[in-house]
Structures are given as C-alpha cells and as structure tokens.
C-alpha cells in the first residue's frame, strides 16, 4: 500500500502505517529550513505529540521531550552542526482559556525570534491572536486493513508564508 496519496510543491498527503513512518516523517520536516510557526492539528490521540517528538530528535535535541499540554510552551536550544543554535518551542494550546493569556507569558517573543520554529498543537485555539504559520499539518486516524495498527493520515500544507520561503514539499515521502 502507498503511503503518499498526493504530489505538489505545496502540499503533500501522506497515510503513516507505523510509527516509524512517523520518525521518517520527522527526519524529512526536519530537513526542511523551516522558521515561523507550524501549526499541528488533529484530535487527541492523532500523534501530534509523537510526531513533534521525533522532529525535536531529528533536529538534534538528545535529552526528554515533555509534552506541554499543562505549561503551554516547552523551549528547545538545540545546537546545529554548523556550532549555532537553533530556538525551538514546542507550545500546547489545548487548555488555553483565552487567546490572551498568550500575551501574558510572552509568546510573541518566541514567534519574533530570529531563526526560531515554534511548533504549535491546538493553534485553533488562538487563531485569532497568532499569525500565520509557515506550515500546516492536519493529522487524523485513517481507516487501516491492520486492526492491530492504527493508520494515520497526514496533510502538509504550506502557507502563503511558507511558500514565501520558496520551501517545497514535494520531497516529503515515506
């Protein structure tokens, strides 16, 4: 069975069998020059954690990855081979209560940060208050033949943003 059902520049419709399509996955994003916001969407259970997980590793993080669903923002300086460091903020708006309360911790700074990639969960939440990511990426349980494995289907669309950053998708494939 093909895991990628779409081929354009711009987005990319991929079905993840195993978890190991979803580190694959995670390898290729984090091949990606991606700066700006990404914005994980999908209902609970649909890997989104798993997923930012695998991307923190692929980006050379080596320590835990906490998910922060009760914190809102978990920070990330992972060193580059180059010797720089790149700020990654891992942010989980499932229990904000207002947009508002984004202001108050200061999120505006890791959005303004140069170089930054703030991966966002539940961004739905504050859409009126964020500006627009460079990339979305809606994840949602797929029908799987393997009652045993859940399959996950997986659409990478980037934004006027990112299509801005001339970043293409079309290399993206599990």
Do not use: C
């Amino acid at each position: 069975m093909p895991n990628s059902t779409t081929e354009d520049q711009n987005t990319k419709t991929l079905i993840l069998h195993t978890e190991s399509d979803t580190k694959r996955l995670a390898e290729q994003l984090a091949a990606l020059p991606l700066t700006g916001s990404v914005w994980l969407a999908g209902d609970l259970g649909a890997g989104k954690t798993t997923l930012t997980r695998y991307w923190l590793q692929a980006l050379g993080h080596a320590g835990a990855v906490k998910s922060p669903t009760y914190t809102l923002v978990e920070p990330y300086n992972i060193a580059q081979k180059d010797g720089s460091v790149k700020p990654v903020y891992h942010a989980d708006l499932y229990r904000l209560q207002d947009p508002e309360e984004l202001s108050f911790i200061g999120f505006d700074e890791y959005l303004d940060e140069p170089n930054a990639l703030v991966i966002i969960e539940w961004a739905s939440r504050a859409d009126s208050y964020l500006p627009p990511p460079t990339l979305f990426i809606d994840m949602m349980q797929a029908a799987s033949n393997d009652k045993d494995n859940e399959s996950r289907q997986v659409e990478l669309r980037l934004s006027k943003a990112g299509q801005a950053q001339d970043l293409d998708l079309s290399s993206v494939k599990i």
